[in-house]
């Protein structure tokens, strides 16, 4: 036996001398040192509070300025949203537990960590299909009417957490559950066992085609219009709009395909053996994706970073930060952060 399942665990290790322990009532030192947990605690931490202030930061920014309300960054807006629930919410008892090198918040714990970062993340994984697919709308229809795109973009967003209340609330629901993974101090739904009543392979099977390969298929096919336009055309804010959507994509697929397909991967080889720091690195690494929103935007907009160093001058000493360039810089003052960088054709 490769594994070591219990009532409410699976540990990937074998039982054979005696080790395992359940991850809800002792610590988990023998899966790894214990530094390892310190530094995943401390790592997530530092994740959350990152995130928090990057993403209270696009929040702010936003929120602040009626004029801000535009389709895209409804989008833009519910990524952040996304984004700083998953850290308030379910990093916390992640953080704990790999302090304490155990799930000793329990079920309630693990509970609410799954739902979260389930949430979170499918409501990232949507809210990109979504501002791709405004992408290519504007590539293919240039001249669309902003009341349109207005519309699409707020059904986007609904859409976005519908699909991510029917991906995470499930487990909660006795259809499959959220389980401890890896190094046992962080939860994700059972791709491990087979417990009967739970319909686990029924879930896992709907997880994964509903809210991943149809999502990633509809970003896969919203990207060529828009790739295509950046390609043959030199409509630079336009263009630096639709950069910003594939980097936020791109970032987003690189912080989740390895999770996605580690557990996939046991999934459809249920008794094999694997690394439970392998899956570990993997569960939190996606969870980093939280924090790249804010970095991208910052990093691929000069406009952007203009506007948020003047935010933070202006949260900082609560006065407006000198304009450089006289009354033309007028127009890259706060109100216009997003109006300028992400929303060029703003109107
Ligand atoms: C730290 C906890 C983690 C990473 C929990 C993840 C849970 C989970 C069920 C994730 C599901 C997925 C997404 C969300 C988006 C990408 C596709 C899935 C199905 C891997
Ligand atoms: C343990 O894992 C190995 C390699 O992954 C596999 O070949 C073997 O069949 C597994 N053993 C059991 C009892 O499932």
């Known amino acids: ?69 535009t389709p895209v960054n409804y989008i833009l ?48 994984l949507w809210s990109l299909a979504a501002l791709l697919g405004e992408r290519a709308l504007v590539a293919r229809r240039p001249a669309v009417k902003r009341r349109v795109r207005r519309r699409l973009a707020v059904g986007g967003v609904g859409v976005a957490w519908l699909m991510a209340f029917s991906a995470a609330l499930p487990p ?21 066992t087979n417990k009967p009543g739970l319909e686990n392979e029924a879930y896992v099977l709907y997880l994964f085609t509903l809210h991943l390969a149809v999502p990633l298929s509809a970003i896969a096919v919203c990207s060529v219009p828009s790739v295509l336009v950046l390609l043959t055309q030199q409509e630079e804010e336009e263009g630096e709009t639709t950069r910003t959507a594939l980097t936020l994509t791109a970032v987003f697929l690189a912080c989740w395909t390895p999770y996605a397909a580690t557990t996939w991967h046991v999934f459809t080889h249920h008794g094999d053996a694997f690394s439970p720091v392998a899956l570990t690195i993997t569960a939190f690494l996606a969870k ?16 952007f970073r203009k506007c948020a160093r003047r935010t ?36």
Not at 35 to 54: E, M
Not at 84 to 101: K, Q
Not at 288 to 303: A, D, E, F, H, T
Request: aromatic share 12%.
């Open 172 to 192: 909660l629901l006795e259809i499959s559950r959220y389980i401890p993974e890896g190094l046992q101090c962080s939860c994700g739904v059972d791709v491990y």
């Open 288 to 303: 980093s994706s939280v924090l790249w929103g804010p970095l991208i935007c910052i990093c691929m907009c000069k406009r």
């Open 77 to 124: 807006l519910n990524l952040a949203v996304a984004n700083i629930a998953a850290a308030t919410c379910g990093y916390p008892a992640a953080a704990l537990s790999a302090f304490g090198g155990y799930l000793y918040l329990g079920q309630a714990g693990c509970n609410f960590e799954g739902f979260y970062c389930t949430l979170g993340g499918q409501v990232s």
């Open 312 to 347: 933070v001058h202006k949260l900082r000493t609560g006065k407006e930060l000198e304009d450089e360039v006289g009354s033309a810089s007028k127009d890259f003052g706060t109100t216009t952060i997003f109006t300028h960088c992400l929303i060029p054709d703003y109107c």
């Open 1 to 69: 036996m490769n594994g070591t399942e219990g009532a409410d665990f699976y540990v990937p290790v074998s039982n054979a001398s005696g080790v395992v322990r359940s991850p809800y009532e002792h610590t988990q030192y023998y899966l790894a040192e214990s530094w390892v947990f310190g530094l995943l605690a401390t790592y997530t931490c530092f994740l959350t509070a990152t995130a928090v202030c990057g993403n209270l930061l696009m929040l702010r920014v936003t929120v602040e300025h009626e004029e801000l309300r």
